[in-house]
């Protein structure tokens, strides 16, 4: 809702710019004559929120998630309380932060040196592979929740209704864990 209101907002101010700009007299486009011309439907300009990625391209569609919604910008994503449909795929920044947000499909972070996720809920799996650490406390996650390559972890009181999986190497710290499914390999101790 936030991106539909801010891509209105965004095209009615461009095109009361783009009306204040032009000359006297001159004809705005589409216009000649005093006459406006009918603009065919498919060679109009898209608006903001068409110029989003494909429909079902989970990396694209979280790299757009990260730019309009995110105050952090750059290499750093941060998500506080947004909510996403589809599947993402966090592929392209250093440090993700997903915060009172709720994910309707499965969610991946890949490729970050951190990742902290706190009370916040996902459909779908949680698959974290940050090379440095991850956080992920006060979280229910429906499916499976699997850290894979990640120095540390630290997963405190989260529901998991799939399996908690940590990947060999990683070292996970946390407790008050409910999970339905099984738990292997650090995050056996993490119950």
């Not at 101010?13 to 006297?24: K, M, N, T």
């Not at 940050?130 to 992920?136: E, F």
């Amino acid at each position: 809702m936030r991106r539909t209101l801010r891509a209105l907002i965004v095209a009615g101010v461009v095109s009361f710019g783009l009306a204040g700009c032009a000359a006297p007299g001159a004809d705005a486009p589409g216009q000649t004559d005093g006459t406006q011309q009918a603009t065919d439907a498919s060679s109009a300009a898209p608006t903001a929120s068409e110029e989003t990625t494909p429909a079902g391209d989970p990396a694209a569609e979280a790299e757009d998630l990260c730019r309009t919604s995110s105050d952090a910008g750059g290499d750093v994503c941060v998500l506080e309380g947004e909510t996403a449909a589809d599947d993402l795929t966090f592929s392209s920044f250093r440090i993700v932060k997903l915060i009172d947000s709720s994910f309707d499909g499965a969610v991946q972070v890949s490729g970050a040196e951190e990742v902290i996720v706190t009370g916040s809920t996902f459909g779908g799996d949680l698959a974290l592979s940050p090379s440095r650490g991850a956080v992920v406390k006060l979280t229910e996650v429906d499916g499976t929740l699997s850290i894979d390559g990640a120095r540390h972890a630290t997963v405190v009181r989260n529901t998991v209704g799939g399996d908690l999986r940590c990947g060999d190497g990683v070292r996970a710290d946390g407790d008050g864990n409910q999970v339905t499914g099984e738990v292997t390999g650090e995050c056996a101790r993490l119950r």
